[in-house]
């Protein structure tokens, strides 16, 4: 809520953004990457606990940008299902990466509005 209150709803965007990519790059490796897709894991358990783990990095990025903790439970569960889609093969990486970003944009319009507080 504080960035939100100093810069408005383009600088809780932009740190969403920020903790996005670095959340989805250098935080997630090698490991998380390959095995977060069902087709690279070697047990059933691997993969749901590389993909949870993953999305857990994300939800906890949401929670310290945003304040709310409601955030991050929703961040969990969406990047959860939009990595799941893409592991699939459902859609590619552009799209992946839209639908996450439209996440932030909805975090962003939620708290501008102030129907979610930190």
Known sequence: MTLLLQHGPLGLFFAFAIAHALADFPLQ????????QRRNASTTFEWIAALTAHSLIH?????I?????????????LHWLI??????????????????????VG?????AMGLLHA
Request: overall charge neutral; glycine content about 16%.
């Open 29 to 36: 490796g090698d490991y998380l990457a390959r095995v977060k």
């Open 59 to 63: 939800a906890g990025a949401m929670w």
């Open 65 to 77: 940008v945003s304040g709310s903790i409601l955030i991050g439970v929703i961040e969990l569960a």
């Open 83 to 104: 990595d799941f889609g893409k592991g699939e093969g459902k859609y590619g990486y552009a799209t992946d990466q839209a639908l996450h970003l439209s996440c932030k």
């Open 107 to 111: 975090y962003t319009i939620v708290m």
